[in-house]
């Protein structure tokens, strides 16, 4: 297959797109990315002085959104957010319910895995660089929408709030972005030699 087939049968794409189409494909995919982000908030690291753990959850939805596609990628987000709203204890640390101060991190990785699932059907995932432009503005959403509900779950002022609930993850986010940058473009290298 030569190399311009291959980019115009990606262009308009994500990776779940590569699987055969079916219901049971999608359902699949999105209880699939949601069972995903429930393990990877397990993957937690207290912060001292915050509220909010590190943990894997935010890079696992934004890879989910990212590989899945907006409309999937939300629902699974969806999937994800109202299990655990509904008592599942699968949010970080083993949480569940809407009455965490962290859950409004939640409601933006449902925000960011449409903008970025979005991005990715646009090429956003097919380069190093385009992929960290794409994480970072992911992530930025998330912290748009968790830090004001930190600050208002917690009474905490707007500057205690990035304290607490921005500044100790910047550099865990730039090396979830440095492994964004190698996973997905290796994906579709990977996809266009089958």
Not at 25 to 42: M, N
């Amino acid at each position: 297959m030569s190399t311009a087939t291959v980019t115009s049968a990606r262009s308009g794409q994500v990776l779940a797109d590569l699987i055969p189409a079916s219901r049971v494909r999608d359902a699949a995919l999105v209880l699939g990315g949601a069972a995903l982000t429930g393990l990877a908030a397990q993957i937690a690291v207290p912060v001292p002085g915050s509220p909010v753990p590190v943990t894997g959850q935010t890079f696992a939805a934004l890879l989910v959104g990212t590989a899945l596609g907006a409309r999937r990628g939300f629902a699974s987000l969806a999937v994800y957010a109202l299990v655990g709203a509904a008592g599942v204890p699968w949010f970080a640390e083993g949480g569940s319910g809407t009455a965490m101060p962290s859950f409004g991190y939640i409601l933006g990785m449902l925000l960011a895995s449409v903008v970025v699932g979005a991005l990715a059907r646009r090429g956003a995932d097919r380069s190093a660089w385009r992929t960290a432009g794409t994480m970072v503005l992911g992530s930025a959403i998330i912290y748009a929408v968790g830090v004001p509900y930190l600050a208002l779950a917690t009474g905490m002022s707007a500057s205690a709030a990035i304290a607490a609930g921005l500044t100790p993850f910047l550099v865990g986010d730039a090396l979830k972005a440095a492994l964004a940058m190698g996973v997905l473009p290796t994906a579709w290298k990977f996809a266009g030699k089958r």
